[in-house]
């Protein structure tokens, strides 16, 4: 193996060998150090770095759990903040901490796997509000615990269209539209975005009701740049599979650590 061979000519690794294992640009080694997700690295009296193999898996566990694209903060401060926690030696504390991340990558996929059975009910013909009354932009927003502002920022982006009061042209909002908003909001809550929330908003209202879940996981061809959250169930479900490497890793790590 490469590190083998390299750990036999000399008692450290390069900063060029650590990046060609893992297989990023050196700059980015330096920067891992720089943010803490490293170990200090000891210096040679000329001032180069000499990394060991507990650096090289420590980097390896890095981009496991940073590589992107990252589905929300919350999902990312945990990956960076049990990586940390394993630069500074602490690998049991670090596999507690997986364990954790772990179960918030499954409490949001729950939230999002939540949302798209209420949006395949909705869809389906099932009541979503029971709201009688005619209600204008603020009480509506009030009622749903939200801004007038996104209200108003889901319908500009095509997510509903809200009839107007004839008259004086405010919008009305009915139970019919109460309801679709309240699917909107519960999606929106559960991470999907603006975009995967529409492209299954436009398969709706062509009259099609099948492969729901399918349509806001999937982008389609005309949408070339989207981000974790227009495919937020893939994305979940692929951190999911990642945590368990993360896991799995740190184990490897504590194995060799207890054996030397």
Do not use: C
């Amino acid at each position: 193996m490469r590190i083998i061979s390299l750990m036999s000519h000399k008692d450290y690794l390069t900063t060029m060998d650590i990046a060609k294992s893992v297989g990023v640009h050196p700059n980015t080694v330096r920067l891992y150090e720089q943010w803490g997700l490293l170990p200090p690295v000891p210096r040679s009296p000329a001032g180069y770095r000499r990394f060991t193999p507990f650096h090289l898996n420590q980097m390896r566990l890095a981009r496991l759990a940073l590589k992107g694209p990252f589905p929300g903060k919350i999902i990312r401060r945990s990956a960076a903040s049990l990586v940390r926690r394993a630069a500074t030696g602490d690998l049991g504390g670090a596999l507690e901490q997986a364990y954790q991340h772990l179960a918030t990558i499954q409490a949001e996929l729950a939230h999002a796997e939540t949302a798209a059975a209420l949006l395949q009910r909705w869809a389906e013909g099932a009541a979503a509000d029971a709201t009688h009354a005619s209600l204008r932009v603020g009480q509506t927003a009030a009622l749903l615990q939200v801004t007038p502002d996104a209200l108003r920022n889901w319908e500009r982006n095509g997510l509903i269209q809200v009839p107007r009061d004839p008259f004086n042209r405010y919008r009305v909002y009915s139970g019919l539209e109460i309801g679709q908003l309240r699917v909107i909001r519960m999606l929106r809550s559960a991470g999907y975005s603006i975009m995967a929330i529409l492209r299954m908003m436009l398969h709706v209202n062509k009259g099609q009701r099948d492969d729901l879940r399918q349509v806001l996981d999937t982008p389609r061809p005309d949408e070339d740049i989207y981000s974790a959250a227009d495919r937020w169930l893939s994305t979940l479900t692929e951190q999911q599979e990642r945590s368990l490497d993360i896991i799995t890793h740190l184990e490897e790590m504590i194995r060799q650590q207890a054996s030397t």
